[in-house]
């Protein structure tokens, strides 16, 4: 009796310790890790902003080359990045494993801080027409950019306007494109350094000429 | 461990939904403490998801002491999108139903049944499967010790 409860015994706690492991079977995460011959230059990026802004758009679209139509909102913990090689113009970089976070006030409090000392390269994007018309997001906005830019110890901001659309429907020209950025800045220019807000862009993430003038800039 | 939900405030800038058992937690402070609870165990152990492929897909993944769940609401964001939630149950797969309804009764929203479904059928053949393990290594290991004997 005594060895076959011994038996059991073991049996169950080896059992438990393979299931408990993470990485089990199908609920792992396996990371392809796979070796490149020469050497390529390597970015952790990190794109940030307020809920529904476009960062997992963003992200879906530089490492599947695919513009996602509405995707469902960021879960809270976040959502794994694979490591990916990116290729323009027979350039080459590595983007190196990072997190999609959502933009809630909540997770932006407990994870974005740990995400921009990791990162080395940030975008920074939001609903550009939200931001003229409704005073509470341009506040809430700009209290992120600000807590952007004291924990990113001089790194590279991009500032990325989304939903440029929706300010211009049809009519959308270069001129009024430049007079939106013009008054983004503007907005922005009673807190921030020039320096720091110099690089903004509009965007209209749907289109694919657009979001890939934004990919062009991790190459540059 | 306490079973904890979260669902996205509807508009930025708004209080996110926090609940820890049933009870919501109204607190901004105390939300954003919780939510950062998962750092905790990082380094150790990895709670982020895999992005999934598809447009929407219901996430369940193993993590020590419990599961970490995202599924789909019925409702709407304020841009349109389906809402979901984030849950982290450690409870039997048979009381997921009640414990989400007597969540987000409070708040006014719903889940979607057939992400309920995948769910907990998931949850199911996953404990099925850890029974069926726990088993056949018992009977393994009795098999080699009584052949030895």
Known sequence: MLPLLLTVLLAGSTGFFLLKKEGFGFWGNEESKKSEGSPIKEIRLAILGPSSSGKTTLFHYLTEGKILKNPDPTSLTGEKIKEKIIEQDNKRIKLLSTEDIPGSESSIMAYCENLIIKSDFIFFIFNCYLFQIDEKYCLTTKA?????????????????????????????SENSRRKDTENIINILLPEFEIDKIREIELVNLTSSKEISNLKSMLFK | MKNTLFIQADKWGQIDFLFVDSNRVLEKSEIIKIVSGRKLLRGKYDFTISKSKEIFSEVIKKIPKGVLI????????????IANFTCFYTGKPKYLESYLESCLSQIGKSYNQKSIVFIKNSLINYHYFQIFIYVFSAALLSFIILKNT
């Not at chain 1, 992120?144 to 939903?163: A, E």
């Open chain 1, 144 to 172: 992120f950019i600000d807590f952007v830019f004291r924990h990113n110890n001089n790194k590279r901001v991009i500032l990325i306007g989304s939903h440029v659309d929706k300010l211009h429907n049809q009519q959308d």
């Open chain 2, 70 to 81: 995202k599924g789909q609401l019925n409702e709407r964001d304020s841009s349109g999108r």
